[in-house]
């Protein structure tokens, strides 16, 4: 049993990293790619000054962070509160909500996208911010779950009546309790959030909003290692991103790890 | 002494079709321990919960030192409370936690801090104060949980079954010290418990509920000795159930007439309650009313176990050294030295 664990796992995670580093490792050279005027394979920097000099690169880039960056705050202003009022004060419908958040899954985009846009104000229909509320809904299947997983572990409500048996009204209740015991669920929500709405294609090309992905995907028509270029660009900067909120979360279980 | 009287006027509290509290009177002296003694959805957790502004009530009034609470919000209301379930904020040490109701108050930060560690000190965890709550056994949470209650010099010390969860070593140390700190810091304290011999080893008086409501209130040794009703009897100490015939006032048991405590005016088949150590079992070779089926040794005392020939089985309690000669299968003579008896109707 042991020692058939023993090989398992790093087989699997020598199958999960070739997986995931093999296309990366041909997509990084394919990008660095270019031709001579003879014609002969070179490996140069050419593609990514390519990318530099397309004027739209930094307005859709900018673009789409801006839009992600909404959909975080969404996420903070809409869904932490709605779970940990959940836990708070409405146990019995948590198990209805776990289900109902499962749909953006389960409904094809289309039927979804159309449908969120209907009960969306004319106004806000003709603008780009429609974006940031559908992907605050299309990843809310995992923010949810991480936002409840995080919460399962931690009797918060037990502990909001601690904190105001205390002498802490609400507000103080929130801020000295509930968001500090919620703080690396929430740093996870908001992650997936962002990285999900970097990404998003489908639904954004589908309502002909022109956002980074999309515009990826149009200049990959005319220059395809730029565009490759352009995925190992983006794959990095998530990945980088990813570090920086792993580094910002072990230091957060570091400091919960002390002993005397 | 800063802690006052607390007063439950006609509390009344309903959940849907389920009557919690139904006209709960309760009144805690100054300094005075209380235990709400019943079992299980009894309405306990509500009447502390509603006493400490975390649970609204239908109806009545909750006064604590004359002034009425009943509307005031529980960070208002200075009680301490301790929680059935580990309570500690789990992002901050013992101290942390200890000091979080003084950082509330707005006592500047040494000042709290030293106050924090007297606490500690006080529950026996100075060497621990820098751990997490994940770092501490069961035992050790509930303590800091204390001195975080305490911490603030409660009015009212509040404590939800604070010993429930913890291993029965630790339960009998814990509540001794629970009981030491709140004579010496004269708090009054009111303490739900389902566990009535922890009730009755710490309590100056002890309340027992039944369906919302108080079915007696006194000191342990009036509500053992002298049980109100037979639901107060059966909850509070081991009670034998003796089938008896009643007539009138006078119930025949062991062919003695008793008197009987609740007449009711009912006549026929009765269950007699009789606690162990009021029956007395002596050798009668031949001419017994039961017979022993065991003898359990307790140190100073000895359980015996008996069974009359209908078939009704009686436990007696007696001093060791008067009762080693009655072995199994030896006939004995059951009576009981009351003058007076509680019956149930069957
Ligand atoms: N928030 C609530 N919603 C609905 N019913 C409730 C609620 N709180 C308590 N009850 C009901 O009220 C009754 C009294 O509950 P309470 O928790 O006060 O009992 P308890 O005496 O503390 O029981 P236990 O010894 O099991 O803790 C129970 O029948 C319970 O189901
Ligand atoms: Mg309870």
Same mark, same amino acid.
């Given at each position: 049993m042991k020692k058939s664990l023993s090989i398992a796992l790093p087989s699997t995670l020598a199958i999960a990293a070739l997986f995931i580093f093999l296309p990366f490792g041909s997509s990084a050279e394919f990008s660095f790619r270019s031709y001579s005027p003879e014609g002969k394979l070179m490996h140069s920097f050419a593609p990514y000054q390519w990318i530099l000099q397309q004027p739209e690169f930094m307005s859709h880039l900018l673009l789409s962070f801006k839009l992600s960056l909404i959909a975080v705050a969404f996420t903070a202003i809409l869904v932490v509160p709605s779970v940990a009022w959940l836990h708070l004060k409405a146990q019995s419908f948590r198990s209805i909500i776990e289900v109902v958040t499962i749909l953006p899954l389960v409904i094809p985009v289309v039927a979804l996208s159309i449908g969120v846009q209907a009960a969306f104000p004319d106004w806000l229909q003709s603008t780009e911010y429609e974006l940031p509320l559908m992907y605050v809904i299309l990843s809310l299947p995992f923010t949810f779950r991480i936002l409840d997983n995080g919460l399962q572990a931690i009797p918060l409500k037990t502990i909001s009546e601690a904190s105001r048996g205390l002498g802490a009204n609400w507000p103080k209740t929130i801020i000295f309790v509930i968001a500090p015991v919620m703080r690396s669920a929430v740093a996870g929500a908001f992650f997936l959030t962002f990285a999900l709405s970097l990404g998003e294609f489908t639904l954004t090309s589908l309502l002909h909003w022109d956002t980074f992905p999309t515009w990826v995907t149009s200049v990959s028509q005319q220059n395809i290692i730029g565009a490759i270029a352009l995925s190992v660009f983006s794959l990095t900067v998530a990945f980088v991103v990813l570090l920086l909120v792993g580094l910002f979360s072990s230091q957060t279980k570091k400091r919960t790890e002390v002993a005397e | 002494m800063k802690s006052g009287t607390l007063e439950l006027i006609g509390i009344s509290r309903r959940f849907g079709q389920t009557?919690? @509290?139904?006209n709960l009177n309760l009144t805690i002296g100054a300094g005075e321990l209380v235990a709400l003694l019943g079992?299980?959805?009894?309405g306990k957790t509500t009447a502390l919960r509603i006493v400490a502004g975390l649970e609204s009530s239908d109806a009545g009034v909750v006064k604590l030192k004359d002034r009425?609470?009943?509307? @005031?919000s529980a960070h208002l209301r200075n009680m301490g409370m301790v929680f059935? $379930?580990? $309570? @500690?904020?789990?992002?901050? $040490?013992a101290v942390e936690n200890v000091e979080f109701g003084l950082k509330m108050r707005k006592v500047e930060k040494g000042n709290r801090r030293k106050q924090a560690l007297e606490l500690l000190e006080l529950v026996g965890l100075t060497t621990q104060s820098k751990r997490f709550p994940h770092q501490l056994s069961g035992g050790q949470q509930q303590r800091v949980a204390l001195a975080r209650a305490l911490a603030i010099q409660p009015e009212v010390l509040l404590l939800d079954e604070p010993l429930s969860a913890l291993d029965a070593q630790v339960r009998t140390n814990l509540r001794e010290e629970i009981r030491r700190l709140q004579l010496s810091l004269g708090t009054t304290t009111l303490f739900v418990t389902h566990d009535q011999e922890e009730a009755m080893a710490i309590s100056d008086r002890v309340g027992v509920m039944s369906n919302g409501h108080l079915e007696q209130i006194d000191t342990p040794d009036v509500l053992y000795n002298n049980p109100a009703s037979t639901f107060v009897a059966n909850f509070v100490g081991t009670m034998n159930h003796i089938p008896a015939e009643q007539q009138g006032d006078l119930v025949s048991i062991f062919g003695k007439s008793i008197r009987v405590k609740?007449?009711?005016?009912i006549s026929g088949s009765v269950s007699v309650l009789v606690r162990p150590e009021s029956i007395e079992v002596s050798r009668a070779a031949g001419s017994g009313n039961a017979k022993v089926i065991t003898r359990s040794f307790l140190g100073a005392s000895s359980q015996i176990i008996c069974q009359t020939p209908e078939g009704a089985v009686i436990q007696a309690l007696m001093p060791s050294n008067g009762s080693g000669? @009655?072995?199994?299968?030896e006939d004995v003579a059951l009576s009981v030295m009351l003058s007076e008896v509680l019956v149930a109707h069957v």
């Open positions: - | 009557i919690a @509290l139904d079992p299980s959805g009894c009425d609470v009943t509307n @005031l059935q $379930s580990y $309570s @500690l904020f789990p992002n901050l $040490s609740n007449p009711n005016g000669d @009655l072995h199994p299968g």
